[in-house]
């Protein structure tokens, strides 16, 4: 229990600096970038605090591969621009409880689901781990697909915005023609592969509660419902719509 308590303060302490430096530097989403790191830290924590194994390596260097690359593709993509819509969104509609609600409601908040995702990683770490099997090469090619369509989703999203003949205009190819949020797809997926992972330890299953967390914060709450909302009415977004696979990567429909 000491095991958990303990990561639980440090990634407390670790997400109210963040939101310190936020105040300091006038911009909120600079959570997106703590996301990603956040995980790193508290990964190898844990990792620290319990016994090493192969099992426990891997995941480790899995969690740190995502979460690097992750939080430098927000970071060079936000640099150069001011807060993020809805970030400045929540500045004007939070008003004089802006500080309190921000401090709440995406740090300490934030702070949480990410501690409930990384469960299996903390799991693997706690558990006595065996030499690698069947489930966790499984588990690890699951992931590799989830990192494929995450980063390279984003590659051809980048690539495409850099166009200045693409301005006003709707990512519709590559990976985009399959499904409507490759990168969204992906990271659902790498977590899905992490908790296979987890799954040849016993008691293992109450890990479920990470990947189950993501998915439904990407499909229900914060990453799908956002991005719909905002292109919603657009007459090439409707189209693209009736076509295209919102989440799982499917053959385009005639239309």
Excluded at 89 to 110: A, P
Excluded at 191 to 216: M, R, Y
Excluded at 221 to 249: C, M, N
Aim: glycine share 8%; no cysteine; net charge positive.
């Amino acid at each position: 229990m000491t095991y958990y308590l303990t990561l639980a303060l440090l990634l407390f302490i670790y997400m109210s600096l963040w939101f310190l430096l936020s105040v300091i530097k006038r911009r909120n989403d600079i959570a997106d970038v703590a996301w990603g790191l956040g995980f790193i830290l508290i990964s190898w924590a844990g990792w620290h605090l319990a016994e090493s194994s192969i099992k426990s390596l891997l995941v480790n260097l899995l969690v740190s591969i995502w979460g690097a690359r992750l939080a430098w593709h927000i970071y060079k993509r936000n640099k150069s621009k001011t807060e993020d819509y809805r970030y400045a969104k929540w500045r004007k509609d939070w008003g004089k409880w802006f500080f309190l609600r921000s401090y709440l409601e995406v740090y300490l908040l934030q702070g949480l689901f990410l501690y409930l995702i990384i469960q299996p990683v903390l799991f693997i770490h706690y558990q006595t781990s065996r030499s690698l099997g069947i489930l966790d090469f499984i588990g690890l090619f699951v992931w590799i697909i989830g990192f494929y369509f995450e980063s390279t989703g984003d590659a051809q999203l980048k690539q495409f915005v850099a166009n200045p003949a693409n301005k006003g205009k709707l990512m519709q190819t590559g990976l985009w023609r399959y499904t409507r949020h490759p990168n969204y797809f992906g990271e659902v997926t790498q977590w899905w592969g992490v908790f296979i992972i987890a799954l040849s330890l016993p008691g293992s299953i109450i890990t479920i509660v990470g990947p189950l967390t993501i998915t439904i914060l990407i499909l229900f709450v914060s990453g799908i419902p956002l991005l719909e909302k905002k292109y919603a009415g657009r007459k090439d977004f409707e189209e693209y719509k009736k076509k295209t696979s919102i989440f799982l990567p499917l053959p385009p429909k005639k239309v």
